[in-house]
């Protein structure tokens, strides 16, 4: 199975700031990669596919890049409502595994 | 507008059998796969299995011996049966549409 591994597990940021989360998986997984956001009680949202697409509806202040086995979601400028739960999904093979999960808060 | 929303029993005894219920709307079961996926407290997601859109299934192999996926198409619903529960089945289970839509998610609590 691919190993997902997501950094940072926690982050805290102020409103406007730069943010950005990490997941490398342990082989090649050419852009199979999707990002989602996940509030509380809610259902998890896509935001990113195949790495750097912008799902229909997504601020643009979110952004994707990488591939091969590095890669970042991006918001360029924090948002409060951006406070959730972020965790990457490798789509490449199966099993579909993902990354453990970013925790942002707002500081 | 697409719609997932997952039902069944909030708590289930040790030894037991789970049965989850997986409604869609906005979309046919007969043109896409549906995946449950679980996140145990505090813990990562993992991909448990899916049905296909001709009906076949595919299961984590660490599950693959106490899973069982199935639908009914007439009533628009995906269907889980997983035996031989224990307190680390506990969490919150997903079903997702090609991993593009997603439900809420039910909280299942494996306690006597």
């Known amino acids: 199975d691919i190993q997902m591994t997501q950094s940072p597990s926690f982050l805290s940021a102020s409103v406007g700031d730069r943010v950005t989360i990490n997941c490398k998986a342990s082989?090649?997984?050419?852009?199979?990669l999707n990002w989602y956001q996940q509030k509380l009680g809610e259902a998890p949202k896509l935001l990113i596919y195949n790495a750097n697409s912008l799902q229909t509806g997504i601020p643009s202040r979110f952004s994707g890049s990488g591939s091969g086995t590095d890669f970042t979601l991006t918001i360029s400028s924090l948002q409060p409502e951006d406070v959730a739960t972020y965790f990457c999904?490798?789509?490449?093979?199966?099993?579909?595994?993902f990354g453990a999960g970013t925790k942002l808060e707002l500081k | 507008q697409v719609q997932l929303k997952e039902s069944g029993p909030g708590l289930v005894q040790p030894s037991q059998t789970l049965s989850l219920t997986c409604t869609v709307s906005g979309f046919s079961l007969t043109s896409n796969s549906v995946s449950w996926v679980r996140q145990p407290p505090g813990k990562g997601l993992e991909w448990m299995g899916a049905?296909?859109?001709?009906?076949?299934?595919d299961y984590n192999s660490a599950l693959k011996s106490r899973l069982s996926i199935s639908r009914d198409t007439s009533k628009s619903q995906v269907f889980l049966k997983m035996n031989s529960l224990q307190t680390e089945d506990t969490a919150i289970y997903f079903c997702?549409?090609?991993?593009?839509?997603w439900g809420q998610g039910v909280m299942v609590t494996v306690s006597s």
């Open positions: 997702t549409a090609r991993f593009d839509y």
């Open positions: 049905i296909w859109s001709g009906g076949s299934t």
């Open positions: 999904l490798q789509h490449n093979s199966w099993p579909r595994t």
């Open positions: 082989q090649n997984i050419n852009r199979y």
